[in-house]
């Protein structure tokens, strides 16, 4: 089980880092990727980080604000979050796939998910 935790509440502007870990795997076996879902919208994609820490992918939406990335020693993936919108508001989950460098995350491609945390922007 994964499980994320960071979530919380801030002003628009403001930073907060997300944290994903298990005791239950080896992260590293791992390509690690981050979705939320706002309320009446579908789970979309947000960052992702390869096994090694050497390629990461960003949605348009999150690029130059959101930094994802990884502690194999650790156990630990990261999402830190800046310069936060009002529509980052949503449910954050980190997710586990053994895709390829080359391949796109992908939501239906995912082996493993966290249960969620919420992070609330205000304007």
């Known amino acids: 089980q994964l499980q994320a935790s960071g979530g919380g509440s801030v002003q628009a502007g403001g930073s907060l880092r997300l944290s994903c870990a298990t005791s239950?795997?080896?992260?590293?076996?791992?390509?690690m990727a981050w979705f939320r879902q706002a309320q009446g919208k579908e789970r979309e994609f947000v960052a992702a980080v390869s096994r090694n820490g050497g390629t990461t992918y960003y949605a348009d939406s999150v690029k130059g604000r959101f930094t994802v990335s990884r502690s194999n020693a650790k156990n630990t993936v990261w999402l830190q979050m800046n310069s936060l919108k009002p529509e980052d508001a949503a449910v954050y989950y980190c997710?586990?796939?053994?895709?390829?460098?080359?391949?796109?995350?992908?939501?239906?491609?995912?082996?493993?998910w966290g249960q969620g945390t919420q992070v609330t922007v205000s304007s």
């Open positions: 997710a586990a796939d053994r895709g390829i460098v080359s391949s796109w995350p992908t939501r239906d491609g995912m082996y493993y």
């Open positions: 239950e795997r080896t992260l590293s076996d791992y390509r």
